[in-house]
Every structure is written in structure tokens, then in C-alpha cells.
């Protein structure tokens, strides 16, 4: 499972953006290596006149070593809230802190410490690196002064003196208290130096045993020799103790009592899952033992050797688990090694769409929630390793952030740039002018491809603004282009009535058949442009009735295709130049149109407003144009073989 603090910590990070927090300094306890040593019982000292049953005193092995050290509570480290703190609420942090009583702090102050160093560190990186970038060089850098620093510093320094005269002043008590007790040794070795008296002394000798109990603790160095000595007084004070036996013997029972419950409850904890808790549970018991009296000398060793066993059972798995967590500590620190090798491969230099950022960030929050599942490495390694593995983190939502910020200033300015399209479309959506304006839409059409996307809840409704004003004016020209297909359509009807009035005319060969003639070829000239696939068709047509109706009713004058000033017909190569000039440029103009039409058909394969009988319309237009360029290509060959 993952520590408690880096669970908690990463509950704050990860939406932003999924950012894992500040993890304090967590270090695994030392290994005991060594199993705790207990007391081993010493040859008892009877005083000279003590009978053979008399009451033997408590143990007090001259070799005994005091209950083992308590080892570090893995879970008692600081679990504070540090992530995405700044530097002036760590110094705030701070000074809440450093108001409380100077004994509960120290690992807060630690972690805090940490924290802000961390912060200040990376301030001063990124100093040097802007000073090393303006051409300086490293050994001229100075970091520029802070106060946060500062402040911290001074709060540090009160608490480093408080923290003194704390540790002074239980230093001094220790020293009194171990004056306290030799005190009551002296007390105890001045009664047993009583004998007449020792009897009536009893009550006072256990009222001092109790006064040492009470007396606190004394210097660690003094510690094992001044109990050692309070236990060779008692022996010796039981030893020569001449009192009632009833008294003696309920003494004893009472304390064999007790001792055998502390053997039963240490035997017990053999049983007990939690290896640390029944380690600590067997601390307890050490100190009880010390504090009862002794027991029928008989017994001593045999009771000792009871309670030893018990204890060295519970030390042995002790020092096994914390074997074993030493192997699992191994483990999980090669695990973040690798998780952080991991994310360090991953780059972001390719990333240019948000598609691609959220999918690398799914791969960082999953190296994140592997590494919630990991516990522990060794105190010096996991804090390294979590340093590492956060700024990894920290330096991809930073580029995350910043590619963010970038795009969205792209989106409002494409935003912008399609505003001002749409406004343009609008102003000339009405327009007349239709070759004009159909010149503009396709570049403003062409433009908008050229424009990156926008903001999202944007995006709908400029596209609908600006294709709103495209439809409406390809729907204006459509209408238009409908007339002009229907007034040809019309032309080329009357044309054929006048071919046909033509006809009927030259074979009456009335004697006004010549007038008539000729108000028929006003009317020709009267009557507009045809479709283009039939004029030629229709021209031919005309042009052979003329060319007849001049031969048989021995007309003069200028006929269709004739300089009319000049009263003579053209040459056959002058009249064939000018029309392959003619053609020609239609050529162009039906090939500018194309490309138009075919613009335009990529334009439009969104949803529009037409449908899809707008974009039929346009496949039919282009198809025609397609079939009139074949057309005019080969008559401009055929004139080429003339």
C-alpha cells in the first residue's frame, strides 16, 4: 500500500491537475540488529544471619542490561497538509508550529523545513539559470535575498533555543532525580545497617521503594547502575530482615503473583499479529517487572528463565520483521526507480494537439497510481526518489499548463479571425456582382481553412454565421442562374422559330421574301444568348438558311459573319484566327470556372444549410463545364488543322 502520506498528498494533486504533493522526509526505522538483552538473575547475597527460608530479594543480575530501546513508530511521522503551499503559508506553518510546546514539534518542524528548502531551491535554479542565460558567468551568481528565507531562519534559530533549554532542563531534572534515588538507596543501606530495628522499618523501606519508582528518569549512562544498586540494597535489606514470616511469605506471594500474570501476558504475545505493538506491549511488562518486588529465592530463577523465554520469542520475530522490511524496502525502491525511469522517457516534445496531451496524461496518472501502491523505500532513498519522481511530474503539468495557455490565446485570436470573415461574408452576402463576389467567397473560403480551430463552445456557432452568409448568397446566385438557364432556353426557342419562319420563307420566294429575309435577321440579332452546347448548333443552322436565301432570291448586302462597313466578306484565315481567339478565352473563362466550382465543392461537404441540393447542383454545374471544355478543346484543334 502506499504511505499514508503520499496517499493523502496525492488526493490533492491529481485533477490539476492530476500534481502529486510535497512528501516530508519518511525514513524506515533502523533495524534492531542485535535482540534485546533481559536480566539475567545473580547469585543472591543473603545476609549472614538470614535464616534459609527467609524472603530473597528481587533480581538484580550484575550483568543485567534495562529493557530494550523502544524502536521508531513507523506510523508516528508528521502528516501534514504540504502540497501546493507557498513559501510565506510554510513560514505561517511554521510560526502556528513553533507556538506549541517545543516537544511535540520536532518532526513537523522537520517536515516543514524540507518543504520550504525544497521551494527555495527551485526558486534559486531558475535565478541561475536566467543569470547564466543573460551570459554571465555561474561563479559571479549570487541568489538574491529573501525574506520568507529569512523569517524562517529566525524562527528555526528561536526554536533551536527553546529546544535547548528544553533538553537542558530535562537534563536537570534527570540529575536530580537520580540524586533523588541514590538518596534512597543511602536510606535503605542505613536501615538494613540496622538490624534491631529492621522489623519496624518495614513500611518505611516499601514507602521508599515506591519513591523510587516514582522518582522519574535519570541520565541514560546512569540509568542500569543506579537500579543495580537499588536492588542489591533491597536484597540486602530483605536478606537481613528479621521480621514476622506470615508477613515475609504474603510479600512474596503477592509478587509471585503478579510476576507469574507478566509471564502469562508475555507468553501471550507470542500470539499477537501486530509485531510492533506486542514489541512495545513487551516493553511494558520489562518495566512492571522492575517494579515489583521479589519473589521465595527458590523460585527467582526459574520464573526469570520463564519470562526471558517469552521475551526472547517476541524479540526474535521483532527482529525478523524489520529483516523483512529491509527486503521490502529493497524492493519498493527499485519499483520507484523504475517508475521514475519511466516517466522521465516520456517526452513531450511531439505533443501539439489536446488529444495528445490528455493521452500522455493518462500514462503520467497511472505511473502515479502505481506509485500509490508502492510502500516504503529506506528513509535516505524514498525521499530521493519521491523528489525525483514529483519534479518529473511536476515539469510535465508545468508544459501541460503553459501549451494550454498558448492554446487558448491561438483559439481566441482564430476565433477572432473567423469573427471578422463572418462579418466580411455578411457585407457582401446581398452583392449583385456575381463573378465579384463569387471571387471573394472563395477566398474567404479558402482562408477559413487556413484558420486553426477556436474555443469549443464557440466553434458551432461561428461555422453556422459564416456558412449562413455562403448559403445565402450561392442561394441568391443559384436563383439567378436558374433565370438565365430559363431566358436561354427561351432564346434558343425563338431562334428556332425564326429557322423555321426562315424555311418556310425561302421556299414561298414570295415577292417580299427579301424584307422578310431581313426582318428576320434583325430579330436574330434581336434575340439573346442560347445554351452554350446548342448556339453553335443553332448558328449553323441559321447561317446555311441565310447563305441560301441571299443565292436564291439574289439578295446584296452584308450577311452574318460579314464586316458590315466594309460591304466584303472576311478571309477564310482572318475569320478562323478570331474565332480561335474566341474560343480560346472561353476556354479560360470555362476553366477559371472549374476550379471555382471545384473550390467550392470541398468547401462544402459540412452540413449546410442546402443540403444536399446544393451540392448536387454544384456536381451538375461541374460536370457541364467539364463537357464544354472537351468541346471547346477539340474545335480549337480543328481550326489548329485547318
Known sequence: ?????????????????????????????????????????????????????????????????????EAPDPEAEPRLELAGKTKSELVNMMREVAARPIEEVKDEVQAIKAAFFALRREEVDKEREEFLANGNEESDFTAKEDEDENNLKELLNVLKERRTEYNAAQEANREANL???????????????????????????????????DAGEVPATADTEVWKEFQRATERFYDVLKMNKELRDYDFKKNLELKQQLCEEAEALDEEADVVAAFRKLQELHTKWREIGPVAKELREELWARFKAASSAINKKYQSYFEDRKSKEKENADAKTALCEKIEQIS?????????????????IALQDDWKKLGYASRKANAALFARFRKSCDEFFAKKAEFFKTMKEEL???????????????????????????????????????????????????????????????????????????????????????????????????????????????????????????????????????????????????????????????????????????????????????????????????????????????????????????????????????
Open 1 to 69: 500500500m502506499m504511505e499514508p502520506r503520499e496517499q493523502s498528498e496525492s488526493k490533492n494533486n491529481l485533477e490539476k491537475d492530476q500534481i502529486l504533493s510535497t512528501e516530508p522526509q519518511n525514513e524506515a526505522q533502523e533495524v534492531v540488529s542485535e535482540e534485546v538483552k533481559v536480566e539475567q538473575p545473580v547469585e543472591e547475597q543473603p545476609a549472614p544471619e538470614a535464616p534459609a527460608e527467609e524472603q530473597p530479594a528481587p533480581e538484580a543480575p550484575a550483568e543485567e542490561q534495562p529493557a530494550p530501546e
Open 179 to 213: 540524586e533523588k534515588k541514590r538518596q534512597i538507596i543511602a536510606l535503605i543501606n542505613e536501615i538494613a545497617n540496622d538490624p534491631d530495628n529492621i522489623n519496624r522499618q518495614f513500611s518505611r523501606v516499601k514507602q521508599l521503594q515506591q519513591e523510587f519508582k
Open 348 to 364: 513531450t516534445d511531439g505533443l501539439k494537439t489536446y488529444a495528445q496531451w490528455d493521452e500522455v496524461t493518462k500514462q503520467i
Open 412 to 642: 481566441s485570436s482564430n476565433l477572432a479571425r473567423k469573427i471578422e470573415l463572418c462579418e466580411r461574408a455578411e457585407a457582401l452576402m446581398d452583392s449583385t456582382d456575381w463573378k465579384e463576389a463569387t471571387d471573394s467567397f472563395v477566398e474567404m473560403q479558402k482562408e477559413w481553412k487556413t484558420i486553426g480551430p477556436v474555443v469549443k463552445k464557440a466553434s458551432d456557432s461561428v461555422w453556422k454565421r459564416f456558412i449562413a452568409a455562403c448559403d445565402h448568397f450561392f442561394e441568391q446566385k443559384k436563383k439567378q442562374n436558374g433565370n438565365v438557364h430559363a431566358m436561354e432556353h427561351d432564346n434558343l426557342k425563338a431562334k428556332k422559330e425564326v429557322i423555321a419562319t426562315l424555311k418556310a420563307t425561302i421556299e414561298e420566294a414570295a415577292d417580299d421574301a427579301a424584307q422578310t429575309v431581313r426582318d428576320l435577321m434583325d430579330r436574330w440579332q434581336e434575340i439573346g444568348y442560347v445554351p452554350f452546347k446548342e448556339k453553335d448548333k443553332i448558328y449553323a443552322q441559321y447561317r446555311e438558311l441565310i447563305d441560301k436565301a441571299f443565292e436564291t432570291l439574289n439578295m446584296r448586302g452584308a450577311r452574318p459573319g460579314e464586316g458590315g462597313s466594309r460591304g466584303r466578306r472576311q478571309s477564310g484565315s482572318d475569320r478562323g484566327m478570331t474565332e480561335r481567339d474566341r474560343l480560346v478565352r472561353t476556354y479560360e473563362q470555362r476553366m477559371g470556372e472549374l476550379k471555382t466550382f471545384e473550390n467550392n465543392m470541398g468547401f462544402l461537404t459540412a452540413n449546410t444549410k442546402s443540403g444536399n441540393s446544393l451540392v448536387q447542383e454544384m456536381e451538375r454545374r461541374i460536370n457541364n463545364l467539364k463537357e464544354e471544355i472537351a468541346e471547346l478543346e477539340q474545335k480549337i484543334k480543328d481550326l489548329d488543322n485547318e
